[in-house]
């Protein structure tokens, strides 16, 4: 067990080795999520504590007080802060991988519009851990570090060969695809802050408003709604 006063650096093992422990659920506070397991939950308030200290500058007691739990408690769950960093990380970055979305043979604009609101409901539900990959992923070593280095650079690549199909089918305006692909992905890079900040809308609303805000940019005829 790793005593809380390690500061370390973020940990650079791969995520995709860890799995979800099955252990007793003592709960000496109040639960944020009753919908969710309560490691999973623990992991919702773990994300909101390293978006605001940073993972080095994280202790276990300060999980362990955020979650209402003394922090021998967390070890009913976890290992360690790595373990929880690497947990938090591991339960989003799955779902950001897209590439089906980038493949097959329906028009292009069918493609765009479901890679574009997947991406967005994942934002919306875990906007604090999302923001994390694109705050402090990207400075990682190893294979986790790689993958938020390199998702931007394949994204980029994928979504400028989709606007040129779109306009090689007809369906889409002549634009200046590399422009209009970095705007989708500040997009996804904005959001997520924005949205942990924000007073709250509804997310699928705002999942609808958003994904026609990018179509309609980019369909040289607007679509009919209903």
Do not use: C
Not at 18 to 33: H, M, Y
Not at 124 to 142: Q, S
Not at 172 to 200: C, K, L, M, N
């Amino acid at each position: 067990m790793n005593d809380e006063s390690d500061q370390g650096a973020a940990p650079t093992s791969e995520p995709g080795a860890l799995l979800p422990r099955k252990r007793g659920r003592p709960r000496l506070g109040k639960a944020v999520a009753r919908d969710l397991s309560r490691d999973e939950e623990i992991l919702k308030i773990a994300a909101e504590v390293v978006w605001r200290k940073g993972f080095s500058g994280t202790k276990l007691s300060d999980i362990a007080e955020a979650a209402g739990i003394v922090k021998g408690s967390l070890y009913h769950y976890f290992d360690s802060k790595e373990e929880i960093y690497e947990r938090i990380v591991n339960n989003v970055r799955g779902m950001l991988d897209f590439d089906a979305e980038f493949e097959g043979d329906s028009p292009a604009a069918e493609r765009l519009e479901r890679f574009v609101r997947r991406h967005l409901e994942v934002i919306f539900r875990y906007p604090v851990e999302v923001a994390l990959l694109v705050r402090d992923l990207v400075r990682m070593k190893g294979p986790a570090g790689d993958w938020a280095r390199e998702g931007p650079k394949r994204r980029q690549q994928a979504l400028r060969l989709l606007i040129l199909q779109g306009q090689k089918e007809g369906s889409f305006r002549a634009v200046d695809t590399d422009a209009v692909a970095s705007a989708i992905q500040g997009i996804f890079s904005h959001v997520p802050t924005w949205y942990r900040d924000s007073e709250r809308r509804d997310a699928g609303e705002l999942t609808d408003e958003l994904t026609e805000y990018v179509l309609t940019g980019l369909l040289k005829e607007p679509r009919h709604q209903g």
